[in-house]
């Protein structure tokens, strides 16, 4: 199978998976807010938050590392997981031991703590998950993933409806995701001894140095990013309440679900633009240039759209008590126009073994949102972290953009005149969104979706090239 069948293959597999995930994450997102109310939603949110910062520890950047090694070289595969299962236990522990700290630093309430302690237990399951998932991915067998991607949201939905039902409490709700994650973790172990491998024992001392040096910028721009996702919630936690933390997420799931889009690309593209650095410049340069257009063309107009219906998105998805939400969306969708831009960019560094810049330029952008939150939060609250991180994710936007330009790369001519193009495209389905107002929410949405195909396609938005690449990933070329 060539590359870019590959590529559509893959692409194909994880789109079909991250939709139906979608559409699971939607339901849980409307029913375990409205169940819980603004306090406790606020509450999971929060550990959910503060999880996933400390999460980062018990990976430590080694999940990627291994993805880009392993495309390279598939005989590593043995002495990752050996060794890479025996790293992350011992990470796990102290990132567990972190948690503690940081609980009981803060004085949360037990309920809140026990809420942060199972959440915590089922991020080290799924960092031990991960080892398996990666070298799985560096062999570009994506329908196993997306396997494990959709099992793992299905128990999320059947616990998450159970829970409801039974009128079960908080700690039900967070148990959930510690069960979802243990399932899932014997499901990408059997895969992975059935199709690939039965690991044999290769301990080696030696290889952890070198390993963790290398993993070092990942594990560190992993860390740096996920903070200014997440400190915001944190410091909302300490600062406001939990019911300031509830009105901001209910917003800000709605913009973690929409990336599955760039999210299919990165997982799809990564471990090509991996091989194809060390084998085919040309071929790197022309997926990085088709990987930022499609992201363009998608991402301006689901900022319009987003703006244009958040009042009417809010109040359908959750209800009265979420009003507040509304405001916050209109607000964050802007970040998400940047979070996919930045997605090519950062596949490419990463790639390329300049995953340190990326690393420097993450770590500028945590201490900028951090400072601006704890500024901002006492006197505007979710508000103020809204604005931020939209602030943050253009900074971000900016740095990469200027850092990629002295490599070759960047925004050249022709992005140039697509933008111009989208931003057009995006105008007209904008006053067709307000003319259409009135009518049913999912019938404006396709309703628009169509009028700006439309458009881009006669405006030229769209070349024959991209045409043709469409017609691979359906199987038609």
């Known amino acids: 199978m060539n590359t870019a069948r590959t590529i559509a293959k893959n692409s194909v597999v994880l789109l079909i998976s991250q939709i139906i995930i979608f559409a699971f994450s939607f339901i849980i997102t409307i029913v375990t807010a409205r169940y819980l109310g603004t306090g406790g939603y606020g509450i999971l949110s929060l550990a959910t938050a503060l999880t996933g910062i400390v999460g980062i520890i018990a990976d430590a950047g080694l999940g990627t590392l291994i ?66 998932i990666s070298i799985i991915q560096a062999n570009e067998k994506m329908e196993y993933i997306s396997l494990s991607t959709v099992l793992n949201s299905a128990v999320l939905l059947v616990g998450t409806l159970i829970g409801v039902h039974y009128h079960m409490d908080l700690l039900f709700f967070a148990a959930i995701y510690l069960i979802a994650n243990i399932i899932n973790f014997i499901y990408i172990v059997i895969i992975y001894f059935w199709k690939f491998s039965i690991p044999k024992i290769e301990i080696d001392l030696s290889f952890w140095s070198p390993t963790l040096k290398q993993a070092l910028p990942f594990g560190l721009t ?15 936690s300490v600062m406001q309440d939990n019911e300031a933390v509830g009105i901001y997420n209910a917003a800000y799931k709605l913009i973690t679900v929409l990336l599955f ?42 900022g319009i759209g987003t703006t244009l219906l958040s009042n009417k998105i809010i109040l359908l998805i959750f209800d009265s008590q979420f009003a507040d939400s509304i405001v916050v969306l209109q607000v964050l969708i802007w970040s998400t126009i940047f979070i996919f831009l930045n997605s090519p960019f950062t596949q490419l560094l990463q790639s390329t073994n300049k995953q340190m810049i990326l690393t420097k330029i993450t770590s500028i952008c945590m201490v900028i949102n951090i400072a601006l939150n704890l500024i901002l939060i006492p006197k505007y609250s979710y508000l103020a972290s809204s604005v931020i991180t939209v602030i943050t994710e253009f900074l971000v936007f900016t740095l990469v953009l200027f850092t990629i330009r002295k490599s070759g790369y960047g925004f050249s001519k022709l992005n140039l005149e697509v933008t111009i193009k989208v931003f057009i495209a995006s105008i007209i389905m904008g006053v067709a969104i307000l003319l259409l107002y009135n009518l049913w929410l999912p019938l404006i949405v396709l309703l628009a979706i169509a009028i700006y195909i439309a458009v881009i396609y006669l405006i030229g938005g769209i070349d024959s090239d991209d045409i043709s690449l469409i017609k691979k990933i359906i199987g038609r070329g």
């Open 67 to 132: 993805i880009r090694d392993i495309s390279r070289d598939k005989s590593m595969a043995n002495k990752y997981i050996s060794n890479s299962i025996l790293m992350k236990i011992l990470l796990s522990l102290l990132a567990f031991v972190a948690i503690i700290l940081i609980t009981n630093g803060v004085g949360y309430s037990p309920v809140v703590k026990n809420v942060i302690y199972i959440m915590m237990l089922s991020v080290v399951v799924g960092a031990i998950s991960t080892i398996f």
């Open 222 to 236: 992993g860390t740096f990013a996920t903070i200014y996702v997440w400190a915001d919630t944190f410091l909302l």
């Open 261 to 302: 889009i760039p999210n299919v690309f990165n997982a799809s593209l990564f471990p090509v633009f991996s091989k194809f650095f060390v084998s085919s410049e040309n071929s790197l340069q022309m997926a990085f240039e088709k990987y930022f257009k499609f992201m363009l063309l998608i991402s301006f107009p689901l």
